[in-house]
């Protein structure tokens, strides 16, 4: 079972206009979030890294939450724009062993149409 | 500054055959993670290089094996191909556990 749930599978959205991806995880211990990226057929850029601590952490347009006690973080897009067209990959790292060994989440596939 | 760099970009192998997939890893980093991504899926962690040594790995069979050059550059190779190893293989590299960055990926076919 995967230990990293995301939803929705995917979204479409009218530019300019507000989103919000879930995630969902089970992966214990907890030593980070990160919120990456994709564009088809390349790699993932990171958007957003929290530790146990942080609670929000902005990046531009795009705002990560994170409740570690419910193990569950947002990622909210604002005023979406066509270049947000990708898939967002929720990434949870464990335990102070797991160097790059990261649990990722399938992806929300968004799609920004004019 | 150059990223991550992986080559090929695309390769198309037949099944049975062996591969070998290249990372050189951004300036400054020395540890090189690898990833497996099948289509419409998250990446699989592979395994990652720290010093010249594997230095943990993920679930995937021995025909998944790599190795890391003194310049911190690494080799992905892949054995008796099967039809199911055709994915976006992708590096990551970093600073011992820090500043993950990846690269763009190769893309496998085994036909």
């Known amino acids: 079972k995967n230990q990293v749930e995301q939803s929705p599978q995917s979204l479409i959205i009218l530019e300019g206009k507000n989103c919000t991806l879930q995630?969902?995880?089970?992966?214990?211990?907890?030593?980070?979030l990160r919120w990456y990226k994709q564009d088809t057929g390349r790699g993932p850029v990171s958007l957003t890294i929290?530790?146990?601590?942080?609670n929000t952490k902005s990046n531009g347009r795009y705002t990560a939450t994170l409740d570690a006690d419910t193990k569950q973080s947002s990622l909210h897009i604002t005023a979406s724009q066509l270049s947000d067209s990708a898939s967002y990959i929720c990434?949870?790292?464990?335990?102070?062993?797991?160097?790059?060994?990261?649990?990722f989440g399938a992806g929300t596939q968004v799609v920004v149409t004019p | 500054d150059a990223g991550v760099t992986q080559s090929p970009t695309h390769l198309i192998k037949t099944r049975g055959q062996q591969v070998t997939l290249r990372c050189s890893p951004k300036?400054?980093?020395?540890?090189v993670s690898w990833y497996q991504q099948a289509l419409g899926q998250g990446p699989q962690f592979i395994f990652q290089?720290?010093?010249?040594?594997?230095?943990q790995r993920g679930n995937f069979p021995d025909r998944f094996s790599g190795h890391q050059f003194p310049n911190y550059s690494s080799e992905l190779n892949v054995n008796a191909l099967l039809l199911g190893d055709s994915a976006l293989y992708l590096c990551?590299?970093?600073?011992?556990?820090?500043?993950?960055?990846f690269g763009s990926g190769t893309r496998l076919t085994v036909v």
């Open positions: 990551a590299s970093s600073f011992t556990n820090y500043g993950y960055t």
């Open positions: 995630c969902n995880y089970t992966v214990s211990p907890f030593s980070n």
């Open positions: 929290m530790t146990f601590s942080e």
């Open positions: 990434v949870v790292s464990g335990g102070s062993d797991s160097w790059g060994k990261f649990q």
């Open positions: 300036s400054g980093h020395d540890t």
């Open positions: 290089y720290y010093e010249e040594e594997e230095r």
